[in-house]
């Protein structure tokens, strides 16, 4: 039964705005509620994103894979080297997808925005922009939801407002968030050249332990990041983002280092990496969460996207099998939904949480032995680890094919 309020999403990441366009899918009626303006949006810093087979195909499933493949980059392997750019290993990632997924993409953000708030308008799903959630009731028959001083009923809600979710903390209470530590720049700079295509390049530096990335996004463009050791909340002067970002980077190759001095100050984002402590309670009655609001993890393994993806399609799925008829049969499906995401989410952000604590060696000897081993697990595990992280998602209503 289609319910006649909307189910209310917090949020158009793109958690909420695959929620919202799974949901449209199914016919069921939605709106998306976002705090910053559609100008705020459109002018942010570029920075880019890896989409990972087990969300360009989702993303696939919605309409959206002709429209990917055309702004995005493949991805078919990873290489890791060192500052003076010895290779410490390479990961071949494309080999290990379905045979009828989406092949693994690099996009910017702001071009997946684009995809995702296009697809939004021609389907008719109202994103209503500049209007912050503030908080939400239950009540006998759904929510009513607080956005900005109106109150706006609707048959559940979807938290969709990220790491700081005002959701979450409605419905768990303050919920602390853990600083990795660490602090990154990115940016976005035309040209390719250097690169090599369909291969993100990564680079570490052991005495500093300044790291960073440099991969093609598609349109002869090139993301970067740089990540390095910081207190939470450090910040230069305004205006010296660049300078500092050039300094960061001096211990690191030219193809990254010359793009990071290209990239001028106003087009660098500084972000400090937060996750939340693992927590199998993302809902409550009509309420549940999806991407960072329900899972925070830290970036290293460029899942945290992906990971929203999933959720969006998952719990349209299981909102378009449950009965929707009466608030326990929402809540039903609600819980469902919870249910089937949670192993997959805390797999995947386990195995994030331990890439990105491993330990750094500190000694040249323990820094051999650390690289042999690396490379003997991946050796072994490359295959199995790859396969179960790019696995879309089951659902019960069967896709259509993967628009190529
Ligand atoms: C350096 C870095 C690199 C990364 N690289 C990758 C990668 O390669 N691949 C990958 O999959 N992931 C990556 N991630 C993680 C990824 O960015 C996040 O996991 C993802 O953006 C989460 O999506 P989301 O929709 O849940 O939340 P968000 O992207 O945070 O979106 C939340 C939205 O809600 C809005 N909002 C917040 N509060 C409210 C409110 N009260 N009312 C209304 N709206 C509100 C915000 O304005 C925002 O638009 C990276 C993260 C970092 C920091």
Redesign the pocket.
């Known amino acids: 039964m289609v319910p006649r309020r909307p189910i209310v999403v ?9 929620t919202a366009l799974a949901l449209a899918r199914h016919g069921l009626p939605v709106e998306v ?4 303006t559609a100008e705020e ?1 459109r002018t942010a810093p570029g ?6 087979s087990n ?1 360009s195909t989702p993303l696939g499933w919605l309409g959206l894979g002709g429209r990917l493949l055309a702004a995005a980059e493949r991805v078919v392997e990873i290489r890791n080297f060192d500052s003076r750019e010895r290779m410490r290993f390479a990961m071949r990632t494309h080999p290990y997808i379905r045979p009828d997924a989406l092949p693994s993409l ?1 996009i910017g ?1 702001m071009d997946l925005a684009d995809i995702l708030l296009a697809a939004c308008a021609e389907r008719g799903v109202p994103v209503h922009h500049g ?4 908080g939400y009731r239950q009540t006998a028959d759904g929510v009513e939801v607080q ?1 900005d001083g109106d109150a706006v009923t609707g048959t559940a809600l979807v938290g ?8 979450l903390r409605q419905l768990r209470g303050d919920v602390p968030a853990i600083y990795l530590g660490r602090s ?1 720049y ?1 940016g976005v700079c035309a040209g390719t050249q250097g690169l090599v295509p369909e291969v993100p390049l990564l680079f570490h530096d052991e005495a500093t332990r300044v790291g960073g990335g440099v991969y093609p996004i598609g349109g002869d463009r090139a993301a970067w ?1 740089l ?1 390095w050791h910081a207190p939470a909340g450090e910040r230069e002067q305004p205006g010296g983002e660049r300078e500092h970002a050039v300094r960061l980077a001096r211990v690191l190759p030219p193809v990254l280092r010359d793009r990071v001095t290209r990239t001028p100050t106003e087009a660098i984002i500084r ?1 400090d ?1 937060w996750y939340h402590e693992w927590h199998e309670t993302w809902g409550d009655g009509a309420v549940t969460l ?5 899972h ?2 830290p ?1 290293d ?9 999933e ?1 969006g399609v998952v719990l349209a799925d299981a909102l378009a099998a449950g009965d929707l008829g009466t608030p326990a049969g929402v809540a039903a499906a609600l819980r469902d939904y919870e249910r089937r995401r949670r192993d997959r989410v805390k797999w995947v952000r386990q195995q994030s949480v331990q890439v990105a604590t491993a330990a750094e060696p500190r000694t040249a000897v323990a820094r051999w032995a650390m690289g042999k081993l690396t490379r003997l697990y991946l050796a072994v595990a490359e295959k199995g680890m790859w396969q179960r992280m790019q696995q879309p998602p089951e659902l019960t209503v069967q896709p259509a094919a993967v628009a190529s």
């Open positions: 917090a949020g158009a990441g793109v958690g909420g705005l695959t509620y976002e705090r910053r949006i920075s880019g994103l890896t989409l990972w969300a690099s953000r209007r912050r959630v503030t956005a969709a407002d990220g790491v700081r979710s005002t959701v990154t990115r990041t990540s972000t990496i999806v991407g960072d609001a329900a925070a993890m970036n393994l460029g899942q945290g996207a992906c990971q929203a993806v959720d």
